[in-house]
């Protein structure tokens, strides 16, 4: 009689232990919208979902795109500062489209300037440091500038700021991550200045920054290769 309670003791146990199928997707679910919301790293692939999503979107021009791009670097990656430019096909020069954080004056200041492809490459016209393929880092020790970009930065503030440690991101810097097509063509970049933390955006946020620049660079090609098919 003893050996049979102890039995059936053991299967409640058993029983109230057990998890029902329900309850494993219920887990998974709340996990997956609430549980990793303050994960930066889920955070970052979140934004590269969204990207896609805009991307392949019906109706949604290149302009459009490249807009989302600048707001979802900024809301995602602590940056103060998003703009991006790309080849104008008209005369064949690199302009800034789209900007998300600027004041109105230090856009409308933006918008004015042109490139060469051969800037992007011209060291004796601006200093920088190669961080990987696609991104160069830009300190305003090195007076990253030229003379028409001055209205593009504060000056006063960037002869105030001192850089006290390696991290510390002073008002100056920046970072540009070219956008390329097949070939490595060169399509556009993506540039940020400045970060809420005030530090120089770290390795896993390059990355991530990376990706944003290869998933515009791929959009942007399927996007012209399907307007060539229209002809």
């Known amino acids: 009689m003893r050996d049979t309670h102890q039995k059936d003791d053991k299967t409640d146990r058993q029983t109230l232990n057990e998890t029902s199928p329900a309850m ?32 392949l979107k019906e109706g949604v021009s290149v302009k459009q795109l490249l807009e989302f791009a600048a707001k979802l670097v900024y809301s995602q990656f ?25 004041r109105v004056d230090v856009w409308e200041a933006h918008k ?22 696609q991104t160069k880092l830009f300190l305003a020790e090195d007076n990253p500038y030229q003379e028409n970009e001055q209205n593009t930065y504060s000056r006063h503030l960037m002869l105030k ?10 008002e100056g810097d920046y970072l540009d991550i070219v956008i390329q097509g097949p070939n490595d063509i060169l399509l556009g970049w993506l540039e940020i200045s400045g970060t809420w933390d005030n530090k120089i955006p770290d390795a896993r946020t390059v990355r991530c920054l990376e990706i944003v620049a290869s998933t515009l660079g791929i959009a942007l090609t399927l996007r012209r290769e399907e307007e060539l098919s229209k002809e």
Not at 79 to 89: F, L, N, R, T
């Open 112 to 133: 004015k300037l042109s490139y060469t492809k051969e800037d992007f490459s011209d060291q004796k016209k601006y200093r920088w440091l190669a961080i990987s393929k």
């Open 24 to 55: 494993v997707g219920r887990k998974l679910r709340s996990d997956y919208t609430y549980g990793t919301a303050k994960d930066p790293s889920v955070r970052a692939l979140e934004g590269m979902q969204l990207l896609l999503d805009q991307a």
């Open 161 to 170: 700021s001192k850089r006290k440690t390696a991290d510390d991101s002073i």
């Open 78 to 102: 602590n940056i103060k500062e998003v703009a991006i430019g790309m080849k104008d096909s008209a005369d064949g020069l690199y302009k800034y489209v789209a900007m998300y954080g600027m």
